[in-house]
């Protein structure tokens, strides 16, 4: 089981950018409570942190050659804008799940919108970095659910 744990722009400022919103705890931090969580379920985890929204396109493209089997993407204000972000992650089709740290729907209008949302199977938000752990358990057993339902056909 092999999943990919991206993080779009300002998200290595975690720590330093608006506690109040974001918590104390910084990017390194966060790796390292989901590195963890996933080496105790033997699951495979792979990180990768980009503040250009192309990068971060690469990178989700890059997830279908190294066959990953799931996706959770913190994609920060690209949430918002991006159409090649949904783009990217509906050509690969792997189940991915969004994860915002801060409640956005309590938060600005321009928040409202996510363009992604439509190609995730599941939206975390305002859990701060346990939303993360909540989206690593839900694809990891929402895909061993279906290689199951495989085997037993
Ligand atoms: C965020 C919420 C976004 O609106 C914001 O632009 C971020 C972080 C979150 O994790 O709460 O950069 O995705």
Known sequence: MKIVIINGPNLNM???????K????TYDELVEKIRNHCMQNKIQAEFYQSNHEGDLVD????????????????????????????????????????V????????EDFRQVSYIRQAC???VSGKGFDGYIEAVDYLTKMISGRENENKNK
Do not use: F
Not at 14 to 20: H, K, T, W
Not at 22 to 25: E, K, L
Not at 71 to 85: C, E, R
């Open 14 to 20: 975690l720590g330093i950018r608006e506690p109040d």
């Open 22 to 25: 974001y918590g104390s705890g």
């Open 59 to 98: 990178r989700i493209q890059q997830a279908y050659y190294d066959k990953a089997d799931g996706i959770v993407i913190n994609p920060g204000a690209y949430t918002h804008t991006s159409i090649a972000l949904l783009d990217a992650l509906k050509s690969v089709s792997i189940p991915t799940a969004e």
């Open 100 to 107: 915002h740290i801060s409640d956005v729907a309590r938060r």
């Open 121 to 123: 199977c599941l939206t």
